[in-house]
């Protein structure tokens, strides 16, 4: 079964502080994703990577950056939390490239921003 | 923009009674996903539809693709409380970009 780690389930942190959530795959997959998910709004996409060293921009990168050194290894970085980025983060991937392939979440990171 | 909606957002039906969601998009798409999230959990995935008019179907659940590929449905036949979750569509847009609905939260009453 493939397996998708996200390193928090639940957090809280203080506005302007620096937030990693790391999210790691255990299947050899190209493809890692960051979703935020909230209420009402689905699941939106903040950044996406096909290939180490490698990221694209999602819907709503703004506020957000993202570093893949590893290919297993997939990080979401809030250079300087606020309240707004109180959410469900879910990280995700999926194999190769191209339309078509499901995609594997991981259990979630609740970030509270106090 | 790209969108794909999705409805209704929230429905609560009786144990037994049947239960759709649907999903349009303004764009065609070149297949459609759908994903079963349960409270506190996370999205999984159920199906994929790939041709125009195509009909899936997994025990009681029954999926369809519209001929113009622009729509889908997921049809429930006589909910249980198990059905009990979010069920999200999300659209493979030409260009390989995935975009996923608002998801549909069922509750089922017992």
């Known amino acids: 079964d493939v397996k998708v780690t996200q390193s928090s389930r639940y957090l809280v942190k203080r506005t302007g502080e620096k937030v990693f959530l790391e999210c790691v795959q255990d299947m050899d997959h190209e493809n890692m994703f960051w979703y935020r998910q909230d209420p009402g709004l689905g699941l939106r996409l903040i950044y996406f990577s096909y290939d180490v060293k490698m990221k694209e921009k999602g819907d709503i990168p703004e506020g957000y950056s993202v570093s893949r050194e590893k290919k297993e290894r997939f990080s979401l970085i809030l250079e300087s939390a606020s309240t707004n980025q109180t959410s469900m983060y879910l990280c995700a991937s999926s194999v190769a490239r191209g339309t078509g392939n499901t995609i594997y979440f991981g259990e979630g990171s609740w970030l509270t921003v106090v | 923009g790209q969108q794909v909606m999705q409805i209704p957002q929230y429905q609560h039906v009786q144990e037994g009674e049947d239960f759709t969601t649907y999903c349009n998009s303004s764009t065609t798409l070149s297949n459609i996903q759908w994903y079963k999230q349960r409270p506190g959990g996370h999205p999984v995935f159920l199906i994929q539809?790939?041709?125009?008019?195509e009909v899936k179907k997994q025990k009681r659940l029954t999926f369809q693709f519209g001929e113009a590929k622009k729509n889908s449905s997921l049809h429930i036949t006589a909910t249980q409380t198990t059905d009990v979750g979010t069920y999200f569509c999300a659209g493979h847009l030409y260009g390989n970009k995935l975009v996923f609905g608002a998801g549909t939260i069922l509750r089922v009453k017992s």
């Open positions: 539809l790939v041709k125009s008019g």
